[in-house]
């Protein structure tokens, strides 16, 4: 069975929920899946042994949370090039952040993304758990 790791930080507990509805829909997929806080994540080798890589951190004052950006430099250590990767995240008006983390894993990191990142002020808004749901689904399925 194919594997998925959803790491994330957050601030109003919104991004977790996110990561949380992501993993539900690689689960729906048909694929296991694993929920870790970036503070959770010690080292490179805790990112080995995954097919799909989902990472989110919230939009706060038009940037990503230094949690997040601290992440992404171990993660550049993993071997990730190739690997299923996508990007969620929440945001109250801008929503940067998401696109940002997109950005280093298909460019710096040279991951397969889904089609784009992943930006919901809420979960509870709008459709937002289907689309989180949604969003987990459509790596599992890229994963095989």
């Known amino acids: 069975m194919k594997r998925g790791l959803v790491v994330y930080t957050t601030r109003t ?3 977790e ?6 993993a539900e829909g690689m689960r729906f997929g048909g694929m296991e899946a694993k ?3 970036v503070k ?4 490179e080798q805790d990112l080995d042994g ?3 890589y989902a990472f989110g951190a919230p939009t706060y004052h038009g940037e990503m949370l230094q949690a997040m950006k601290t992440f992404l430099f171990l993660a550049e250590k993993a071997d990730l090039a190739g690997k299923i990767g996508g990007a969620f995240g929440a945001f109250g008006w801008s929503g940067e952040s998401p696109d940002r983390i997109f950005d280093t894993m298909k ?12 930006r919901l ?3 509870d808004l709008g459709g937002g ?11 599992a399925k890229k994963a095989g």
């Open 129 to 139: 758990v289907a689309m989180a749901q949604d969003y987990g689904r459509d790596m």
């Open 50 to 52: 995954y097919d799909a």
């Open 107 to 118: 460019n710096i990191f040279k991951m397969d993304m889904v089609s784009q990142s992943l």
């Open 17 to 22: 929920k996110i990561a949380n509805l992501v």
């Open 121 to 123: 002020k809420n979960a």
């Open 35 to 37: 929920v870790l806080n």
């Open 13 to 15: 507990k919104d991004t």
């Open 40 to 43: 959770d994540v010690k080292n």
